[in-house]
């Protein structure tokens, strides 16, 4: 058992209050994450540890956890357990291009990448298509996992003309960093959206429960002649990552009111 976690939900649960009790454990919980009592991937004991230290049936301990982890306070693993979620929501701008580095850095965040893989090759037929190529043109391919402060937040498959990345080991920390150093930085982007659940590999890299939500996001890159320079494809933890797009509203020529 977690014995950090088990002291902080000590508390007896009231069975005399009229609030059930699989909402008081909810609430046990909650009130330990606000007092720092339980931080951030600390691990729950499991349900059977947890209805035994509080006397209640497993049943309420599961429909309390399902609670939590569907409000995103908790964070179930696959084969691991019940961990409290990352208290850290990231907000990302739809309308400017920058890099996920940069965008860490601005929020006062340490990023980092787990390389996955790397390779360069002839552009496959999607490939050819996703970046504007030729038969029989080059790319260079680079995977990886985005961090922030340690935690997985998204997972990224870039795929770029070898014209503009000729070797994909020149992608160190940031992939902006390197078009920047090969002066091809792109000017403009087109990104495309959409919710998705993570398969098991997915959700193992980002330490969420296979067919958990995460929002998929294609984007191309241009340069300022109007060539694709980049191609990536990323899955972003739902519970993580926010998406804001500002809006201006049309005025229309004339407002029409109902008569009197």
Aim: hydrophobic share 40%; net charge negative.
């Amino acid at each position: 058992m977690n014995e950090h976690a088990a002291a902080a939900l000590t508390l007896p649960l009231d069975e005399d209050n009229p609030t059930p009790l699989y909402l008081q454990l909810q609430q046990s919980i909650e009130d330990a994450v606000r007092k720092g009592s339980l931080k951030a991937d600390d691990a729950l004991p499991g349900e059977r540890d947890l209805a035994k230290q509080l006397g209640i049936s497993r049943v309420t301990v599961r429909k309390a956890i399902t609670g939590l982890v569907k409000k995103g306070v908790l964070v179930q693993r696959w084969g691991s357990g019940t961990f409290i979620a990352p208290q850290m929501r990231v907000e990302q701008p739809l309308s400017r291009l920058s890099s996920f580095t940069d965008d860490m850095s601005a929020r006062g965040l340490q990023s980092s990448a787990v390389l996955l893989s790397r390779s360069s090759g002839q552009a496959s037929t999607d490939e050819l298509m996703a970046l504007g190529l030729s038969p029989g043109e080059t790319v260079s391919r680079v995977n990886r996992l985005r961090m922030a402060n340690d935690i997985p937040m998204a997972i990224e498959h870039a795929v770029l003309p070898s014209r503009f990345l000729p070797d994909p080991s020149l992608v160190k920390q940031s992939l902006y960093a390197a078009l920047h150093e090969q002066g091809c930085m792109p000017t403009r982007a087109l990104q495309r959206l959409h919710a998705v659940l993570l398969n098991e590999e997915q959700a193992s890299l980002l330490n969420v429960q296979p067919q958990s939500p995460a929002l998929y996001i294609e984007r191309r890159s241009f340069t300022a002649t109007g060539e694709v320079v980049e191609f990536t494809s990323s899955y972003y933890r739902g519970d993580a990552y926010d998406f804001v797009a500002e809006l201006t509203i049309s005025q229309p020529d004339r407002i029409h009111h109902d008569d009197a």
